[in-house]
């Protein structure tokens, strides 16, 4: 069982950065892909960003290439997201994933933990 809480979400003018994370509970932290999705109103929920269980490979959604950045520290269990030079289409509610059996690219019905959400909210 991993329970996953998220925090750093908030509110930030376009061009500013934030920094999101999530802690793990549970041994087997590891031993899973981790990921962040987000999903704005009237949206399908949606990958943003993958790791793979020891931070080997990493997948990004094209809209967020070269401005966000995903990283895991296993000692830790945390995987945290940071944000720069947000837009403000990057606003959503963003969620925190764990999948078992992804290398890191993260399915969203593969998805075997989610977190409970945290706010984004981008201001021009």
């Known amino acids: 069982q991993v329970q996953l809480v998220e925090s750093g979400g908030g509110l930030v003018q376009a061009g500013g950065s934030l920094r999101l994370s999530c802690a793990a509970s549970?041994?087997?932290?590891?031993?899973?892909?981790m990921g962040w999705f987000r999903q704005a109103p009237g949206n399908e929920r949606e990958f943003v960003a993958g790791?793979?269980?020891?931070?080997?490979?990493?997948y990004y959604q094209d809209s967020v290439k070269g401005r966000f950045t995903i990283s895991r520290d296993n000692a830790k269990n945390t995987v945290d997201l940071q944000m720069n030079s947000l837009k403000p289409e990057d606003t959503a509610v963003y969620y925190c994933?764990?999948?078992?059996?992804?290398?890191?690219?993260?399915?969203?019905?593969?998805?075997?933990?989610w977190g409970q959400g945290t706010q984004v909210t981008v201001f021009s």
């Open positions: 994933a764990a999948d078992r059996d992804s290398g890191g690219y993260i399915v969203k019905g593969d998805v075997d933990y």
């Open positions: 549970g041994r087997t932290f590891s031993r899973y892909a």
């Open positions: 790791i793979s269980w020891n931070g080997g490979r990493l």
